[in-house]
């Protein structure tokens, strides 16, 4: 266990937790929203500190992160507990499970970097179940990942408050933000928490020095219609511009989301569509084997720049950042 930051003490042995707007009050032996994080004698305490129940060497494609270190592995690490509650969460075994029915064995941020180093990961990736909620692993390996010359990887829905943002993201090198709908009621009904949070913390992640992508998992009846997709790709634009990569994925039933069907080929063909006609540059397909869903063209003179397969690189001709067919910049780490 490690104490928490970014926490009050407050009567008779309560605490609040500021490190997500949900800004839980958490009395005496009690967990937190996020299952991770607990009231011990009137101190909060992160139990997940540590100890992750994931661990593996990943291609950085499968985050999805396209334009950073494109063909590059990272070691990927996640905890039990999350700060949202989505119906449809392909990782409900470890992100709606209490941090307490862990019995992973102590990997500290010391170690992770070993592995890195040994593994001859460019990258470590924070993901899995929500990094924000174990805050604490987080900023303690990022900073000696630095030292290492290592770069450091959010994949978040970006539910975290702002002062805690701050303080974690000069540390960050790229992030891919789950933006999950542009609808207020999606996020309170599928996720059980606010969207306005999630665009503020986008916009502001996208004021710092961290490279953004953004991912939208399409659901069949609940996100998916021509006029949301519009709706979203045109608040990516507007606040993030044309550039950001976009990406979208496609729906498998699962947890408490079962009665939604797939996603269809021709719904995500039409979603990138719409996004390309809207004026954004750089739109992907997730979840879904279609030729050249995966490609980076040049978005000059529309050559395929980076060829993929299923999280690989199959060809990359993209030189010292720039298209070599007419010497346009794409926008990233490559």
């Given amino acids: 266990m490690k104490e928490a930051l970014y926490y009050k003490k407050l009567k008779e042995n309560a605490v609040n937790c500021n490190l997500c707007p949900t800004k839980c009050v958490i009395k005496q032996g009690d967990f937190g929203?996020?299952?991770?994080?607990?009231?011990?004698?009137?101190?909060?305490?992160?139990?997940?500190?540590g100890k992750p129940v994931s661990t593996a060497i990943d291609p950085i494609e499968k985050k999805p992160?396209?334009?950073f270190l494109p063909g590059s592995n990272s070691l990927s690490v996640g905890t039990l507990g999350c700060n949202l509650?989505?119906?449809?969460?392909?990782?409900?075994?470890?992100?709606?499970?209490?941090?307490?029915?862990?019995?992973?064995?102590e990997i500290l941020p010391k170690d992770l970097i070993d592995i890195a180093v040994e593994n001859g990961c460019k990258s470590i990736s924070y993901t899995y179940n929500e990094p924000t909620i174990f805050f604490e692993y987080v900023l303690e390996t990022a900073k000696l990942a630095r030292k290492k010359g290592i770069k450091n990887i959010m994949v978040t829905n970006g539910y975290i408050n702002k002062e805690p943002l701050k303080e974690l993201y000069p540390l960050i090198d790229a992030a891919n933000i789950d933006l999950k709908s542009i609808d207020e009621d999606f996020y309170k009904n599928i996720c059980k928490v606010r969207l306005k949070p999630v665009l503020d913390s986008i916009k502001m992640i996208h004021g710092m020095d961290t490279w953004?992508?953004?991912?939208?998992l399409l659901i069949p009846g609940h996100n998916d219609s021509d006029e949301q997709i519009k709706k979203l790709v045109g608040w990516v634009k507007k606040n993030l511009g044309e550039r950001v990569p976009l990406h979208f994925s496609a729906f498998f039933p699962t947890y408490n989301l079962l009665d939604a069907p797939r996603t269809s080929p021709d719904r995500m063909l039409k979603a990138k569509e719409i996004a390309l006609k809207q004026g954004l540059k750089h739109v992907y397909l997730g979840n879904v084997s279609l030729p050249g869903s995966g490609d980076t063209k040049c978005p000059k003179c529309d050559?395929?720049?980076v060829e993929r397969g299923r999280f690989e690189v199959k060809r990359n001709d993209i030189k010292k950042g720039s298209c070599p067919y007419c010497n346009e910049e794409i926008d990233g780490l490559f």
């Fill in 33 to 49: 929203n996020c299952g991770a994080r607990k009231n011990i004698d009137g101190r909060l305490y992160s139990l997940v500190y």
């Fill in 303 to 305: 050559r395929v720049l």
């Fill in 85 to 105: 509650h989505c119906l449809h969460c392909q990782n409900y075994d470890i992100s709606q499970a209490d941090a307490d029915e862990s019995s992973s064995r």
């Fill in 212 to 216: 953004i992508e953004v991912t939208n």
């Fill in 65 to 67: 992160l396209y334009h």
